[in-house]
């Protein structure tokens, strides 16, 4: 039996109470300079701060707790970084093997990360495709489950907890969201927080790098549409396509997706370095990027809620993109 929306949603709240006490209940920070440039009040929940350095510890921690639970002694999991880190810590935790594949150009600073909690790290190429197949075939080899960085409903349901905490924190504050934007990979992310937004009047948006517009290109064709993934800063946003489980449940509940160019993720990159004093990775940054393309509502001042995914990046490329330089930030490019 198809399970609707509301149930579904039901298991980010369930995620979210099995999470308390595990992860970080991590702050929302706000600008009033970000906010002037936005012409909305824009929240932003740091998950840069989060164990492990991004809200992909939320996923990996609920859907490792479960399998050890079940007594599966070792994961597997793929991904350019930040779920491979989050997969690594949650299996150290539940004492699980945990075997990580990486493309070869991963960042460093993300396998020194999952190499340091215990993991043993594999490389496979550049494209996802090539990651998943050793990971399948290590996953036949040892008989260890793989835990997909986006396809998966623990992965989903846990990621969302880190939108509901935004919905639930702005509504104590008084001022309830009426947009929430995520940054789109493989979309689990976006879907978690579709979850954890269904029964309200809040608009969810994903928010892509210029083409790595798998999301964009699937909801325009009603089917989902892969890519090949153009060079972009935000490495953690390059999947070739949108995952199966995500597209299914964001097709009919996301408002639209945000096209942003590295330029765009480069000058909110630096905004939440110098307005919020917290280091963002371009990927998680990239969500500010597309929080300032919607349009302001010219009758009254909205609440948008953005989610700073990770906070996992190099320093060589955090000295880059501080370098002096313009960029204009425009109000286009929401794709229906």
Request: hydrophobic residues 45%; glycine residues 12%; charged residues 20%.
């Given at each position: 039996?198809?399970?609707?929306?509301?149930q579904?949603?039901?298991?980010?709240?369930?995620?979210s109470?099995?999470?308390?006490?595990?992860?970080?209940?991590?702050?929302?920070?706000?600008?009033?300079?970000?906010?002037?440039?936005?012409?909305?009040?824009?929240?932003?929940?740091?998950?840069?701060?989060?164990?492990?350095?991004?809200?992909?510890?939320?996923?990996?921690?609920?859907?490792?707790?479960?399998?050890?639970?079940?007594?599966?002694?070792?994961?597997?999991?793929?991904?350019?970084?930040?779920?491979?880190?989050?997969?690594?810590?949650?299996?150290r935790?539940?004492?699980?093997?945990?075997?990580?594949?990486?493309?070869?150009?991963?960042?460093?600073?993300?396998?020194?990360?999952?190499?340091?909690?215990?993991?043993?790290?594999?490389?496979?190429?550049?494209?996802?495709?090539?990651?998943?197949?050793?990971?399948?075939?290590?996953?036949?080899?040892?008989?260890?489950?793989?835990?997909?960085?986006?396809d998966?409903?623990?992965?989903i349901?846990?990621?969302?907890?880190?939108?509901?905490?935004?919905?639930?924190?702005?509504?104590?504050?008084?001022?309830?969201?009426?947009?929430?934007?995520?940054?789109?990979?493989?979309?689990?992310?976006?879907?978690?927080?579709?979850?954890?937004?269904?029964?309200?009047?809040?608009?969810?948006?994903?928010?892509?790098?210029?083409?790595?517009?798998?999301?964009?290109?699937?909801?325009?064709?009603?089917?989902?549409?892969?890519?090949?993934p153009?060079?972009?800063?935000?490495?953690?946003?390059?999947?070739?396509?949108?995952?199966?489980?995500?597209?299914?449940?964001?097709?009919d509940?996301?408002?639209?997706?945000?096209?942003?160019?590295?330029?765009?993720?480069?000058a909110?990159?630096?905004?939440i370095?110098?307005?919020?004093?917290?280091l963002a990775?371009?990927?998680?940054?990239?969500?500010?990027?597309?929080?300032?393309?919607?349009?302001?509502?010219?009758?009254?001042?909205?609440?948008?809620g953005?989610?700073?995914?990770?906070?996992?990046?190099?320093?060589?490329?955090?000295?880059?993109?501080?370098?002096?330089?313009?960029?204009?930030?425009t109000?286009?490019?929401?794709?229906?």
């Amino acid at each position: 039996m198809t399970r609707t929306v509301g149930q579904v949603r039901a298991d980010v709240e369930e995620a979210s109470r099995w999470l308390a006490g595990r992860v970080v209940r991590t702050p929302v920070l706000r600008s009033p300079v970000i906010d002037e440039l936005a012409g909305a009040r824009v929240l932003l929940k740091a998950e840069n701060l989060q164990h492990g350095g991004s809200y992909k510890m939320r996923g990996a921690l609920r859907a490792v707790g479960r399998l050890a639970a079940a007594g599966h002694t070792g994961v597997i999991a793929q991904s350019t970084g930040n779920h491979a880190v989050a997969v690594s810590l949650a299996a150290r935790q539940h004492g699980l093997a945990a075997t990580v594949v990486l493309p070869v150009d991963a960042a460093p600073t993300k396998v020194d990360r999952a190499r340091a909690a215990g993991a043993r790290v594999v490389f496979a190429g550049t494209g996802v495709e090539e990651r998943v197949a050793v990971a399948n075939g290590l996953s036949d080899e040892s008989g260890h489950p793989v835990i997909d960085a986006y396809d998966h409903p623990d992965v989903i349901a846990g990621q969302g907890t880190a939108s509901l905490e935004l919905i639930e924190d702005a509504e104590r504050a008084g001022t309830p969201l009426d947009a929430l934007v995520v940054p789109v990979g493989g979309g689990g992310g976006v879907a978690g927080a579709c979850l954890a937004a269904a029964g309200s009047d809040i608009e969810v948006y994903g928010v892509e790098p210029v083409g790595c517009d798998s999301l964009a290109r699937s909801l325009a064709a009603g089917v989902r549409v892969p890519v090949v993934p153009a060079p972009t800063i935000a490495d953690g946003l390059r999947p070739s396509c949108v995952g199966e489980l995500p597209f299914a449940i964001v097709r009919d509940t996301l408002r639209g997706v945000v096209r942003v160019d590295d330029d765009e993720i480069a000058a909110a990159f630096r905004l939440i370095l110098t307005e919020l004093k917290v280091l963002a990775e371009p990927s998680g940054a990239a969500g500010l990027a597309g929080a300032l393309r919607l349009p302001p509502d010219r009758d009254r001042q909205r609440t948008v809620g953005v989610v700073l995914t990770g906070g996992n990046v190099e320093a060589a490329l955090v000295a880059r993109l501080m370098a002096p330089r313009s960029a204009d930030v425009t109000r286009e490019g929401v794709a229906a």
